[in-house]
C-alpha cells in the first residue's frame, strides 16, 4: 500500500516519555496557534503553503487533520484547492475537541470530486489522543485488510 501523510497544522504524537517531553514543549504555543486558527478561519483565509505536495505516485492519500470549529484548517482547503487528488483515494483521520468529523469529509469530497474519499477514517478526540496507539494499529490493520 502506498501512502502519502499531509497534516497540518497539528502533530499527533505516539509512544512513551520523548513523545511527552516533544509534546510539552509544543504546548506552550498552542494557544497562539488556536488563535491564528480562528482569525484564518474568521477571514477565509488560504494560507501559502511552504512547498507543494508532490502525490503522483500514490494511489492513496491519508490526510490528517484537526477538526478547527466543525470544519477544515484553512491551510487544508489551499491543500485541496491546488492539488489534483483525481482518481485517488482519501482516508481521512482526524483529531477533535468533541465534533468529530462534523461536515470534513463531506468538504474534502466537494473539493476533490474526482477523488474518492472513505468512509473508514479515524477520529480520535484529543482527551484520548495520548492512549490511541492500540486504536491507530486495530484501525491500520482493518485498512489494510480493506485496501
Known sequence: MNEFVYSYPTKVYFGKKTAVD?????LAGVGQTVMLAYEEQAEAARPT????ADVEGYDIIFLGLP???GD??????TFLE???LSGK???PFVTHGGNGFSATVDTIASLQPQASVSDQGLSISRNDVSDAQGTVSEWLSGLEASL
Open 22 to 26: 516533544a509534546l510539552a514543549k509544543e
Open 49 to 52: 503553503l511552504r512547498q507543494a
Open 67 to 69: 477538526n478547527w470549529w
Open 72 to 77: 477544515l484548517p484553512m491551510p487544508l482547503y
Open 82 to 84: 491546488e492539488t489534483d
Open 89 to 91: 483515494t482519501i482516508i
